[in-house]
T-cell receptor
Framework: NAGVTQTPKFQVLKTGQSMTLQCAQD?????MSWYRQDPGMGLRLIHY???????DQGEVPNGYNVSRSTTEDFPLRLLSAAPSQTSVYFC??????????????FGEGSRLTVL | GQNIDQPTEMTATEGAIVQINCTYQ??????LFWYQQHAGEAPTFLSY??LDGLEEKGRFSSFLSRSKGYSYLLLKELQMKDSASYLC??????????WGAGTKLIIKP
């Protein structure tokens, strides 16, 4: 059971470039989310999805797009990379009921540097 | 506003007991999670409290007082592998997690 798989694990971009971070889970979880983690700060929610075809913005959505065409996949797109987007990105999923998202299962993280 | 407060760093000795405190202010409350995160790795789930009191799970216990906006994580019989960051995350009225910056726990032999 692979759990949550993120690719790539490391990426260096130049300012203005675009890229997609891939996330896939094989646990049939309805809830999926993207976080960024910066030194000295808590995890910050970028976007999340409660099921295929449904996405919503989190705390820091600017500069990022997401889509959820299948239950398994939840890619994160950086539209025009900026140095402020240098961070570690985590994809996380959980089973979801109407009132409780449950414990989160995280991918290994994607370390992005924007020059 | 929503706020989480936990110590930045703590040091403890192998075999000892350590308590990591977390105070929080959130818009509504739907439980509180603790996660462990080793350096360079992803967070992993430790515990979830929704009612007041102590939840025990092996060497780890978590306590919640909703009226005080307070939780702690208690680690017993510390091992070197417990060196990690511990993240406190209450869930607000929208069922979104509000993450603290984490407490880095250093275990010394």
């Amino acid at each position: 059971n692979a759990g949550v798989t993120q690719t790539p694990k490391f990426q260096v971009l130049k300012t203005g470039q675009s890229m997609t971070l891939q996330c896939a889970q094989d646990m049939n979880h309805e809830y999926m989310s993207w976080y960024r983690q910066d030194p000295g700060m808590g995890l910050r929610l970028i976007h999340y999805s409660v099921g295929a075809g449904i996405t919503d913005q989190g705390e820091v959505p600017n500069g990022y797009n997401v889509s959820r065409s299948t239950t398994e996949d939840f890619p994160l797109r950086l539209l025009s990379a900026a140095p402020s987007q240098t961070s570690v990105y985590f994809c996380a999923s959980s089973y979801s009921t109407d009132t409780y998202t449950g414990e989160l299962f995280f991918g290994e993280g994607s370390r992005l540097t924007v020059l | 506003g929503q706020n989480i407060d936990q110590p930045t760093e703590m040091t403890a000795t192998e075999g000892a007991i350590v308590q990591i405190n977390c105070t929080y202010q959130t818009s509504g409350f739907n439980g509180l999670f603790w996660y462990q995160q080793h350096a360079g790795e992803a967070p992993t789930f430790l515990s979830y409290n929704v009612l007041d009191g102590l939840e025990e799970k092996g060497r780890f216990s978590s306590f919640l007082s909703r009226s005080k906006g307070y939780s702690y994580l208690l680690l017993k019989e510390l091992q070197m592998k417990d060196s990690a960051s511990y993240l406190c995350a209450p869930m607000d009225s929208n069922y979104q997690l509000i993450w603290g910056a984490g407490t880095k726990l250093i275990i010394k032999p």
